[in-house]
């Protein structure tokens, strides 16, 4: 009876073998690496904006407090996004001819909203409140990090479930004293650690799903 | 099953999840084709009043007696925690122009800002607390107007505007015996 394999078959079916888990572990280990980039969570990416606001400028260099602007942060779900009068309480005056600012007088003299690019979009089954976080004692920067050092807003979180639950299981570590919600950088004194808040970790699946 | 049923099943499933992840449902702000000005948030059809928010007090939203004379006297009596809550949203929202002590040197007046004069003016001193919250809801000159502050907020900041005009134009008498006795010591 004729052979019915060749000898090169034997090499053939080892590649096979190796190649397959191998390959498949590798576009596995790809893949998981992709869904976490920042290329595809959007993690220090900002948006091209109508107007290229700076919180840098106005929250590193002026020293405005979070609730000048977003002012409804502690009562809502919603941060508050400011109207298009809150950028001329100052606009009207200062840089009031700048081209930079075009798109912000036109919305103020055509009475158009500014269409700024949301830059921190959660899927709509998730509910977050912003107004229970904070008091909480989750400071802004836990999430929204150094915005006082950004030119261009930009996350700094994945903003995934996985990244919502690691705190929800132990949120301690990241609390603060209401005081120092809304301060920039900071860090608990080592000396005089601030006493660990009593918060209920919740983590049922609708506390945040409905 | 053909190909291309199973090319339609892939489809769908696709199609589930970004039905959840972006659902029949405005977010707040978010544009709305739905609407002539493309807007969720919609605003008040003209002459509309929500329930229980009619304004009736005058002392309390317009800062005014019965008469038409600016008031006094607070709508409410202003306790301790008034005052830190005050201060709080003083820092917030006035330190920009007024400075932490109201001088009228704050951040944006150093960029160029038109200065505002300071609490301490013999002028303002002697203001009833009807025109400061007059000119926090209505603005006056170049200051642009605060009604979208909670409205008993903008009476707090009336209340600690006022301390940041007595903490700094105080007669020695009205001061205790402890600090009086400070102030003989610093005396030259």
């Known amino acids: 009876m004729a ?27 790809l893949g998981y690496a992709l869904s976490r980039a920042g290329w595809t969570t959007g993690v220090g990416r900002s948006p091209a904006q109508p107007v290229p606001f700076s919180h840098d400028h106005h929250v590193g260099g002026l020293g405005l407090d979070c609730r000048y602007c977003h002012e ?7 941060a508050g996004l400011p109207a298009t009068e809150t950028c001329m309480h100052c606009h009207a005056h200062l840089f009031a001819d700048a081209p930079l600012l075009a798109a912000v007088r036109d919305s103020w003299s055509g009475e158009r909203p500014i269409r700024w690019r949301r830059v921190h979009d959660l899927p709509d089954f998730v509910f977050f409140d912003h107004s229970i976080h904070l008091h909480a ?43 120092d919600v809304f301060v920039m950088g900071w860090r608990p004194d080592p000396a005089d650690p601030p006493a660990p808040g009593h918060v209920e970790a919740h983590v049922s699946c609708s506390e945040c799903h409905r | 099953m053909s ?12 199609g589930c999840r970004q039905q959840m992840r972006e659902q029949a449902r405005l977010d707040p702000y978010e544009e709305a084709p739905f609407f002539a000005d493309d807007m969720e948030a919609r605003r008040l059809p003209d002459g509309v009043v929500p329930r229980g928010q009619a304004r009736l007090d005058r002392h309390l ?8 004379s600016l008031v006094t006297v607070y709508p409410f009596a202003i306790t301790r925690a008034d005052l830190v809550r005050g201060e709080q949203r003083y820092a917030i929202h006035c330190t920009p122009c007024h400075g932490r002590l109201g001088e009228g040197d704050g951040l944006a007046v150093r960029r160029g800002y038109p200065a505002p004069i300071a609490f301490t003016a013999a002028r303002l ?15 006056r000159a170049t200051m642009p107007d605060y009604d979208h502050l909670e409205i008993h907020d903008r009476w707090r900041i009336v209340a600690w505007v006022q301390v940041l005009q007595l903490s700094q134009h105080a007669p020695a008498a009205v001061l205790g015996a402890d600090d009086r006795t400070h102030l003989v010591e610093a005396l030259p």
């Not at chain 1, 060749?6 to 073998?17: F, K, M, N, Q, Y």
């Not at chain 2, 002697?126 to 007059?134: N, R």
């Open chain 2, 61 to 68: 939203w317009q800062g005014r007696a019965a008469d038409g």
């Open chain 1, 72 to 78: 409804s942060v502690e009562i809502a779900a919603f």
């Open chain 2, 3 to 14: 190909r291309a049923s199973a090319a339609l099943l892939l489809l769908a499933a696709l």
């Open chain 1, 137 to 179: 004692g989750v400071g802004c920067e836990t999430c929204h990090g150094r915005v006082d050092r950004m030119p261009r807003i930009h996350p700094v979180a994945d903003l995934s479930m996985l990244w919502c639950i690691d705190c929800h299981r132990d949120p301690a570590p990241h609390l603060r004293p209401p005081a």
């Open chain 2, 125 to 139: 001193r002697d203001a009833p607390v009807g025109h400061i919250f007059e000119v926090i809801s209505q603005g």
């Open chain 1, 3 to 29: 052979q019915l394999f060749r000898p090169s078959a034997d090499r053939r079916i080892r590649l096979v073998l190796w190649g397959l888990p191998l390959g498949l572990g590798l576009a596995g280990g």
